[in-house]
């Protein structure tokens, strides 16, 4: 029930938090930054996961599954990689448990330390390269496309249900190539996956583009990212795939044999997308009532509720509930009758509202006597009253025309919410006012892009593919700069 | 291919292990213990785990995720829970790794000590037990039936390739109930769940049953098994339903209000099964030449080869499979036309029947004239020359017979290697020819059970659910029993 429920005006991060508890997305645990996904957040993932899966198989990858620990000595031999990485990890030092003196506690079997620690993985680059060693000599055992569905473990210090949490699910993608091109490709391929389906499926416009070289993977010659913006005016980095070069093949020596006989090292991508889709999908559709799903990705697409006061009347909606029910599974929509009768008509509306289903419809004697039924759209809560006949046919258009209608308003705040800045004051003044997304002329250098992040706290989050060519000069520097990149304050 | 493949008569055990890294199921990785799932592998898993995922929310479960690491203190929250599983574990100790002095290793940061140490779950009972106190206040709120896919960590000392690894993939079941009679009816329900995936999927016969006290999982009242026969007459326990009694809700004080009002704990079950599913699948069919699959779990059901000479002969060829690849797609068949060139036709030969392709299609010069292939099945390894008009509805039939076939031949299998003993010399003789299920009475006894263990590694698989009511005496210490239990030696 939305009642409690902190208006996004008054606090906007308390709005989140107390969404994704309220709706049954998610909790913390009794474990320090892990989180517990609930069964409605787990069956929203669920359909991010089967729509994303589908897509890697589209394009010729297949799945697998590696190791979740990693030998600590792995995350030396990619340098790069080891300052990003290998730091803030769940460590494994002892492999058994025993009963302590006390004869009740248990303790940790001195005895049972390993010879060399493990690593939680917090990715897994390092211990798939050792494994493609072995998988791969010649050129033609590439390609190899590669995906794997897993958790992983990073030990943040300040976490957050979904967008920031020590172990959170994902996949990610590690593919192997022969030639520089090819990798690149398959690069941008995946990145354009994303893309796709945070548009069509999550409903959420996203920018597309390169990463600065400081914001990049620890072991990326590249990273591309896509970029989606949060009704604070924060961004939301929701999808990274990069190309790795050489770095990975020559770190644990994986070379093939060319069609001419050569040898080479591979040429490596990876890329991954997680369960912070779902921060991003929650926070960039939801409104003070509570969630706002595309249809495309609720669990429960059309909920029907009962409304009566007598056994007979119910009796008779029962039977006009089941038969719209049905209509609609053939259609392939995901409906739910709830005829409960521990709740009310009006805990249901508020409940299913709190829980973003697309379409609510509530049958009423009055409209059995009309062969009618009343039916709420929950993106705009416009109600209306409609015939039964037809309302399959009128309810599967309607879907679409929500899901279409949730992707223009974030289209059309993201729009809003975009400015120009060609001073540093302009842009300051931006940035203290949380606009949003702001387009600056940049001078590609480092240095410039870390003292505008430590005086402002907004950071490049792109330079994107379709920036326009134009001459400018760069708002803190005044040096010269061809392309406007993209700032924000980021999550 | 099979060259190099030990026969099964040999050596079992070296075949196994050769079959599955040759036929690109697994192989173990850098990490002692913990395996890689190869894609080929992995497919077959996924069609599992799509199956049982059905098959359980078809029965009103709903998925979540809990978290992969449990605080120490809980394992003594449940007496009988902490023997059982708090020994063999992967002990978090720390969070955090730094540079060494060296400026080049990574050593584990002293300073970054947790202060409780974490273990990998091996199960996960007390976390979700823990969580569960909070989700439960009311009748209302019952019954929770809730399932999670996850990876698990059991440090154990002697490993092999999906039947006993440190990690493995799962799925566990955590129920909760009102009532002591619906949770064994939960309990009883999922392990019909699992015997009717075991026979109708996996086309392995199981025997369903209790556990002995002896063999019941930790903090179980009674444990349910479906247990395997496999070619070497060694038993596999498949798959486990536990019920709970009231022994974690007590551990983590769940209780809740009745209808009445009053207060009472709640009633739990647990059930699992695990990627060992693999490992029964490929020990209870394959033989010589490889993997033997079902098809309703092949990755490829179908693969088409073509034999041809000339590129001419290869275009039509082309043209032919292109139609019947198409015909197959629409009957949901799924098909593979594997025409590289950089393998000779006896290569792929070997190699599909190496990896259990339930049939092989291959197609010639000659067929193009007749308008024919060549058709062979890789259970009975027949093969004929068939006519490509209406070959789409002879192969879905064949697939049927196939699968049909594969269990009659494991049943059959189990039939000649079931055998009675009635005395403790019998008894000792067949457990010593090692074939497979014995029938015995027993005493009911712990300390029988044991002894019997001690002397000749058999132990009680399980007193079937359908064991007949008859008169008899303990094969060891002579006492009244009233129905013969299942005995075996087992993995």
């Keep these: 029930m939305a009642k409690g429920l902190t208006k996004r005006e008054e606090n906007y991060s308390q709005w989140y938090n107390e969404l994704v508890t309220k709706a049954d997305l998610a909790e913390n645990s009794s474990v320090r930054g892990c989180m517990v996904i609930k069964p409605y957040g787990y069956a929203i993932w669920e359909k991010m996961r089967d729509a994303l899966d589908k897509m890697f198989k589209d394009t010729g990858h297949v799945n697998a599954y590696f190791p979740l620990f990693i030998p600590k000595s792995f995350f030396t031999k990619e340098a790069s990689h080891v300052d990003g990485f290998a730091k803030e990890c769940a460590v494994v030092t002892h492999y058994r448990l025993k009963t302590g003196s006390d004869g009740k506690s248990i303790v940790v079997d001195e005895d049972a330390k390993l010879e060399e620690e493990l690593i939680v993985r917090p990715t897994s680059e390092t211990i798939i390269w050792s494994t493609y060693k072995n998988w791969i000599q010649s050129y033609r055992d590439l390609p190899l496309l590669i995906n794997q569905w897993a ?12 967008l920031r949490t020590a172990e959170f699910l994902w996949q990610e993608g590690h593919t192997a190539h022969a030639t520089k091109a090819e990798a690149i490709e398959e690069a941008k391929r995946m ?19 390169e990463k600065s070289e400081n914001e990049r993977f620890a072991g990326a010659l590249d990273t591309y990212t896509i970029e989606a913006l949060m009704q604070d005016g924060k961004a939301l980095q929701s999808g990274t795939s990069h190309f790795l070069g050489q770095n990975f093949a020559k770190a644990f020596d994986v070379k093939f044999a060319t069609k001419e006989g050569k040898e080479e090292y591979v040429w490596a991508t990876s890329w991954g997308v997680s369960t912070r889709l779902m921060g991003a999908l929650i926070m960039a559709h939801s409104d003070d009532n509570g969630l706002v799903l ?16 007598t056994a007979e009347q119910l009796e008779a909606i029962n039977q006009k509930a089941d038969t719209l029910c049905k209509l609609l599974k053939d259609k392939g929509i995901s409906v739910k009758y709830d005829n409960r009768d521990t709740q009310t008509p009006g805990w249901k509306f508020a409940e299913y509202e709190l829980k973003g289903v697309p379409v609510r419809i509530a049958i009423g004697p009055r409209d059995i006597e009309n062969n009618t039924f009343e039916i709420a759209r929950r993106d705009t809560l416009e109600k209306k009253i409609i015939s039964i006949d037809g309302a399959d046919v009128l309810i599967e258009s309607l879907l679409d025309e929500i899901q279409n209608n949730i992707y223009k308003k974030a289209i059309d705040f993201r729009a809003a919410n975009t400015h120009t800045a060609n001073t540093y004051e302009e842009f300051k003044t931006l940035v203290k006012n949380q606009v949003g997304f702001i387009k600056a002329h940049w001078d590609g250098t480092k240095v410039t892009e870390e003292i505008i992040k430590n005086e402002t706290k907004a950071t490049i989050r792109c330079i994107p593919f379709d920036a326009e060519i134009e001459n400018g000069t760069c708002i803190y520097s005044g040096k010269p700069s061809n392309k406007r990149v993209l700032f924000a304050i980021s999550y």
């Design 151 to 162: 958790n992983v473990v990073r030990w943040e210090m300040r976490t957050r249900l979904f």
């Design 191 to 209: 990145i354009n996956i994303y893309s796709d389906f945070a548009q069509n499926w999550m409903a959420l416009p996203v920018i597309m583009g």
């Design 294 to 309: 595309p249809p495309k990705l609720a669990p429960i697409q059309v909920v029907i509720i009962p409304i009566h006061k």
